[in-house]
């Protein structure tokens, strides 16, 4: 076995161990560790959460007054009471009126591990991640409380640059990471960013 596949195959293994349902929740552990994005009695919006191991993590995190929305294409199992969930394309403009009209106001923190279907030709999946990454970060306005965080996901490649310069101007800090739970050869990173201005 490839070293990449046995490091996958670890999590995994682990997620099933541990109750996570998916190895990504490690993801936002060691990033949550490193750049203690989310706190006690935060309210938490994740993009991109199906099956549900950052809600796990995050409902966590954020007990006991803390509650936390899940936005997925695809269905999630209900998780606990203080974890609400949203199905739908966030390519529509409905569901983030949706999230908007919910009433639990500008979140604390903002997610994002969103990642569309893989064509496998890299330069069209990460501009389809790219563009689905900034559809949430015109929002963060409407979205996310002054002084606020965001994880988000991104692929690597040509307009990352762009997306990162995009959010230098909104946030005092921004950080680029690849944590060690992601393969190696993926193209993948995480953008963590503090204090929304
Ligand atoms: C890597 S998975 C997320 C894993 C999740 N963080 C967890 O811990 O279980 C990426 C998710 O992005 C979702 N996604 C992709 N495009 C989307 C879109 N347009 N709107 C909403 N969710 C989308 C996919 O359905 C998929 O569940």
């Known amino acids: 076995m490839r070293l990449e596949d046995a490091k996958k195959d670890h999590y995994r293994k682990l997620a099933k161990e541990l109750g996570y349902r998916s190895r990504s929740a490690f993801k936002l552990i060691e990033l949550n560790k490193k750049y203690n994005l989310i706190k006690s009695n935060d309210n938490i919006l994740d993009f991109g959460a199906a099956p549900g191991g950052w809600l796990q993590v995050s409902s966590k995190l954020v007990m006991p007054k803390g509650k936390v929305i899940g936005v997925d294409i695809l269905p999630i199992m209900p998780l606990g009471e203080n974890v609400t969930i949203f199905q739908g394309d966030i390519r529509e403009k409905e569901v983030i009126e949706r999230i908007l009209h919910a009433g639990e106001g500008k979140m604390?923190?903002?997610?994002?591990?969103?990642?569309?279907?893989?064509?496998?030709?890299?330069?069209?999946?990460?501009?389809?991640?790219?563009?689905?990454?900034?559809l949430i970060i015109d929002r963060f306005p409407e979205l996310l409380e002054k002084n606020g965080s965001c994880l988000l996901k991104a692929f690597d490649g040509p307009r990352l640059k762009s997306l990162e310069n995009n959010l230098k101007k909104n946030f005092k800090n921004v950080k680029l990471i690849k944590p060690k739970v992601s393969r190696n050869a993926s193209s993948e990173l995480y953008i963590s960013c503090r204090g929304f201005r």
């Open 108 to 134: 604390d923190v903002v997610l994002s591990d969103m990642a569309p279907n893989i064509s496998g030709i890299w330069k069209i999946d990460h501009n389809n991640q790219i563009d689905l990454t900034m």
